[in-house]
C-alpha cells in the first residue's frame, strides 16, 4: 500500500541534510570576554575614583620623601587608562564573537599580543619597584624578599598564557569555519 496519497506524509524532498553545525567556543569565550571586560571597566572605573580621591595624600608622601614604591599617581592614572581601554576592547571582542564574526577571533589574537606587552612592561617595572624597596634592607633580608616578590610577580604571565590557549582554541581550522 502506498502513503503516497495519504495527506500526513511528508512531501518528497531533494535537501542535502549534511548540515554542519557551529562550534560553540566562539560564543563560549565571546560570553566570558563580555563578563571580564565589564568587571575590568569597574576596576579601570575604581582606580581612577581611588586615584583621584588619594591624588594630595600621594603627592604629600612624594614630597616628604616617604612615598610607597608603586604607588605612584602617574603609574596609576596609566593603568586606570590602560584597563579602561582594554576592558572596553574585551567588550567589543566579545559582542563579535558572540554574533561570530571573524573580527572578533582577529581582534582576539591582537589583543593577546597587546596583554603580552603590557604583562613584560608590568613585571619589569614591578622588580624595578621592589628592588628599589628592598635596597634599604638587610642584604640576606632583601635576597629573600626580593626571591618572593619575583615569584609573585611571575603572576603578570598567567593571563597572557590563558590568553594564548584561548587564541589557538579560537584559531583552529574549525572554529574559523564557523566565523563569518
Do not use: C
Amino acid at each position: 500500500m502506498s502513503d503516497s496519497k495519504n495527506p500526513y506524509t511528508a512531501p518528497e524532498s531533494n535537501v542535502n541534510n549534511n548540515l554542519q553545525t557551529r562550534s560553540s567556543i566562539p560564543k563560549v569565550i565571546g560570553i566570558i570576554s563580555i563578563i571580564l571586560g565589564a568587571l575590568g571597566l569597574i576596576t579601570g572605573l575604581f582606580t581612577f575614583a581611588g586615584t583621584f580621591m588619594a591624588s594630595g595624600a600621594l603627592e604629600s608622601l612624594q614630597e616628604s620623601g616617604a612615598a610607597i614604591p608603586g604607588l605612584d599617581k602617574n603609574y596609576l592614572m596609566i593603568s586606570g587608562v590602560i584597563t579602561l581601554v582594554t576592558s572596553i576592547w574585551a567588550i567589543f571582542i566579545g559582542f563579535k564573537l558572540l554574533k561570530y564574526l571573524d573580527l572578533g577571533r582577529r581582534h582576539f589574537n591582537y589583543y593577546t599580543i597587546v596583554t603580552i606587552i603590557i604583562s613584560i612592561v608590568t613585571f619589569f617595572y614591578t622588580k624595578d619597584m621592589m628592588d628599589k624597596m628592598f635596597a634599604d634592607m638587610p642584604s640576606d633580608v632583601a635576597n629573600a624578599a626580593g626571591g618572593m616578590a619575583t615569584l609573585g610577580s611571575m603572576g603578570a604571565f598567567i593571563a597572557p598564557i590563558i590568553l594564548i590557549i584561548v587564541a589557538l582554541l579560537l584559531n583552529q581550522k574549525n572554529v574559523k569555519d564557523s566565523l563569518i
